[in-house]
């Protein structure tokens, strides 16, 4: 047993290590993507499924709430939370469409969807990027080793990796850093000094 928890423990920290080190740029970029949407008035639209909605819902709430300081609510939004919006477009329509059709509903120009995929061919979460790209949305999408998500967003963040819980624990590690970051672009005097 102590084996297969050190084993688990290095395998996540290896490549969390391998996935910031090789995005470091690719993250500042997103840093600034999402820095600019907020203060331009516009919203991050963020989905998945399973883990990674529980990833959009934590992360919705970093943003939101707080992440490390006091400070105004910033604006981003969970589409994995209405169990009734998702339940009456799978039922009425088909599961593929549940993202797509609120992304359509309350996705503007310059708005970010953001999809997480760990496999990157979540059918629901491809749909929702190339609506979001049609309605003038910027897309990033964070995945596994690739997938049509590779394909379809404007940024992309890939974990190379086989292993589901690696990759969504690179995933919310990315999160953090990005709330992180966001924090910092925008109230820069709360951490001065």
Known sequence: MKEIILNALRESLEVKDRFIKNNINLIQRGADMLSTCITSGHKILIFGNGGSAADAQHIAAEFVNRFQIERP???????????????????????????????????????????????????????????????????????????????????????????????QEAHITLGHILCDLVERILFPEQFSG
């Open 73 to 167: 609510p910033l604006a981003a939004l969970a589409l994995t939370t209405d169990t009734s919006i998702i339940t009456s477009i799978g039922n009425d329509y088909h599961f593929d469409k549940i993202f797509s059709k609120q992304i359509r509903a309350l996705g503007k120009k310059d708005d970010i969807a953001m999809g997480i995929s760990t496999s990157g061919n979540s059918k629901n979460v491809i749909q929702a990027i190339n609506a979001g790209r049609k309605i003038g949305m910027f897309t990033i999408g964070l995945t596994g080793r690739g997938g049509e998500l590779t394909e379809c967003a404007d940024l992309v963040f890939s974990v190379k990796s086989d292993t589901t819980a690696r990759i």
